[in-house]
């Protein structure tokens, strides 16, 4: 029961109750993935493998979007090993199963730019269109893959500009571009004004502030992008190879993805706090780029044995590229194999504590009351017996709880409005907490193991 999953889906769940997103349910993230979820919820019905299988869904675009790219830019072996190459990824599987908001980004910035391409090769203006739509959308889930939006409009921007062309035709090679420009800017434009400017406030001052909080400082030198990558780094050396040899051969329609990941990876190096998903926006470049020598590693070898020619370099470079790929690959492939269990939440095994979660929240469901609210840090609970939390707390985060946007004063303000029935502590201010209620003489706990501890209102 991840708290950032219960985060997503509780305030999905408040806004199928008719709380407004920003003016009563606090949020510091973009809205578009809560609404995806809210209509989810609206078709059918709240419920975490209904969440889990949208975001599948977001996804599996990712997947065709790499399949589709190395197909019809480098061809049908190179796409084949994308493939494999990407769920191969560390972490990939569980990603796309869980209820954040991090691979779903990345997966329509991914379709943005093969959009792109797919115009730059074909004319199709209706790509264009919908390159702009998906870059926006991508940056109204999640505000961190921004950097890719130029990055893919500088592709289009170039595709027409020749210098060998009139003044007046060049003029015209922007045509592509600011249309492009136009959608994608005039989605986010209205994206913002929905938000409401009085609310802008709430997307970025847990985020600025946390830079500064010593938890998160003393945090980065155990879990920092670095430490994140460890299991990837194969991949990535593959992708360093990919975009290397992509300049080689003069095929520059794959220097954005090298640019993205290596942009990343500045750029996370130097963030404080790094969390785990945040090595996709580096790995999945990297898988992607990897494909490129591999599949020609490939294609090379297969040329070679078929003619004989064993001394050719077309076969060394091809049967040296084929061990490194391996060589770096298997330890991947054991170490997915080990975690991976299709039976299992989110594909693979978690920690230990995750497993007594469901053992807590028999304890809980247990003991619930009829009112609809639970005060918790741990909203997945309250999620899962279909009970709300209050709105400003919706996002009780490290991050918000640490940069002091979320305060015990608050919390106790919370219970006294709402008198839940249950007030649950998992992850912060416990002793605080638990003084205020035993002082208050309204609860008593009911349950405890660990952190784990569950407040009850005394019958009236």
């Known amino acids: 029961m991840d708290p950032d999953e ?24 973009p809205p578009l993935f809560t609404l995806f979820l809210t209509a989810l919820f609206w078709l059918f019905e709240p419920n975490v493998t209904l969440a889990r299988l949208g975001v599948l869904e977001l996804s599996l675009l990712l997947v065709g979007a790499v399949v589709w790219y190395l197909n019809v830019n480098w061809g049908l072996t190179h796409s084949v090993l994308g493939f494999l190459i990407l769920i191969l990824l560390p972490d990939f599987a569980r990603f796309s199963v869980s209820v954040m908001i991090g691979l779903p980004s990345i997966s329509l910035a991914f ?19 919908l390159s702009g739509i998906m870059i926006s959308a991508a940056m109204l889930i999640k505000g961190i893959v921004a950097p890719f939006g130029p990055l893919v409009g500088l592709a289009i921007l170039l595709r027409n500009i020749r210098t060998d062309r009139p003044i007046r035709e060049q003029s015209l090679a922007f045509k592509p571009f600011l249309l492009w420009s136009a959608v994608a800017g005039g989605l986010l434009l209205i994206g913002a004004l929905a938000i409401g400017p009085q609310h802008w406030q709430q997307l970025t001052a847990s985020h600025l502030q946390a830079n500064e909080v010593q938890t998160f400082i003393s945090r980065a030198e155990k879990d920092n992008i670095n430490s994140y990558l460890n299991r ?4 990535v050396i593959l992708g360093g190879i990919g975009s290397l040899y992509a300049i080689v051969h003069k095929r520059f329609m794959a220097l954005p993805l090298t640019v993205w990941g290596v942009g990343n990876y500045i750029f996370l190096a130097n963030t404080i706090p790094v969390w785990e998903h945040h090595h996709l926006l580096v790995s999945i470049p990297a898988a992607v780029l990897a494909a490129l020598p591999t599949g020609d590693a490939v294609s090379a070898t ?8 064993f001394l050719h370099r077309r076969f060394i470079f091809g049967a040296a590229m084929l061990a490194l790929f391996v060589g770096l690959m298997i330890p991947i492939a ?15 095994r978690g920690p230990q504590h995750l497993s007594l979660d469901f053992i807590h929240y028999d304890e809980m469901y247990e003991l619930r009351g009829d009112d609809e609210v639970v005060v918790t840090d741990r909203p997945m609970y309250a999620f899962r017996m279909g009970k709300i939390v209050p709105p400003t707390l919706a996002v009780w985060s490290q991050k918000r709880f640490e940069t002091g946007e979320v305060t015990l004063d608050q919390v106790i303000e919370e219970i006294e409005e709402w008198e839940p029935t249950q ?22 706990r009911e349950y405890h193991y660990g952190d784990f501890r569950l407040y009850q209102r005394k019958p009236e």
């Open 302 to 309: 297969i040329a070679s044995i078929k003619g004989r020619q």
């Open 423 to 444: 007030v649950l502590i998992g992850r912060f201010l416990a002793k605080e907490l638990e003084a205020y209620l035993v002082e208050s003489g309204e609860y008593i």
């Open 111 to 129: 379709v943005s730019f093969a959009l792109a391409v797919d115009w730059i090769g074909s004319g199709r203006r209706l790509s264009l269109v």
């Open 232 to 235: 990837a780094w194969g991949i």
């Open 334 to 348: 054991q170490l997915l194999s080990i975690e991976l269990d299709p039976k299992l939440t989110n594909f693979v």
């Open 6 to 29: 219960g985060i997503n889906l509780m305030k999905a769940l408040l806004q199928l109750r008719g709380y407004e997103l920003y003016a009563d349910i606090y949020s510091d993230q």
